[in-house]
C-alpha cells in the first residue's frame, strides 16, 4: 500500500528557512516533487528529483530551493532558504512511477502548510 506523508511545515519570517520532508513508502518511485498551492491560484511544481538524481526547479525558487533525495528511506527533502511571503502555500509532496506498460502512476500527500510572515 503506498503513502505519501509530508512534515516540517511550519510559520517563519520573511529570509527564514525551513526544511520539508516527505516519506513515500509501499514501492520505489521514478520521481518525487513538491508542488505547492496558494489560495486562489492553481497548484504548481516547485521542485521534482528523478532516481536517476536529475533535478528541475520553478524558476521563482531556483537558487532559493534545494530538493534532494534518499533512495534507500524512499524520501525526499526540500530545503528552503530565504524565504518569502510569496512562496506561502500549502506544499504536497507527490510520488510517481512508470507502470509496466507505460501507464503512470501518481500518489499525493496530504499537504504541509508554510506560511512566511513579512
Known amino acids: 500500500q503506498v503513502q505519501v506523508v509530508e512534515s516540517g511545515g511550519g510559520l517563519v519570517q520573511a529570509g527564514g528557512s525551513l526544511r520539508l520532508s516527505c516519506a513515500a513508502s509501499?514501492?520505489?518511485?521514478?520521481?518525487l516533487g513538491w508542488h505547492r498551492q496558494a489560495p486562489g491560484k492553481q497548484r504548481e511544481l516547485v521542485a521534482e528529483?528523478?532516481?536517476?538524481?536529475?533535478?528541475n526547479y520553478a524558476d521563482s525558487v531556483k537558487g532559493r530551493f534545494t530538493i534532494s533525495r534518499d533512495n534507500a528511506k524512499n524520501t525526499v527533502y526540500l530545503q528552503m532558504n530565504s524565504l518569502k511571503p510569496e512562496d506561502t502555500a500549502v506544499y504536497y509532496c507527490?510520488?510517481?512511477?512508470?507502470?509496466?506498460?507505460?501507464?503512470?502512476?501518481?500518489?499525493w500527500g496530504q499537504g504541509t502548510q508554510v506560511t512566511v510572515s513579512s
Open positions: 507527490n510520488a510517481a512511477f512508470i507502470g509496466r506498460l507505460g501507464q503512470l502512476y501518481s500518489y
Open positions: 528529483i528523478f532516481t536517476t538524481g536529475a533535478t
Open positions: 509501499g514501492r520505489t518511485f521514478n520521481r
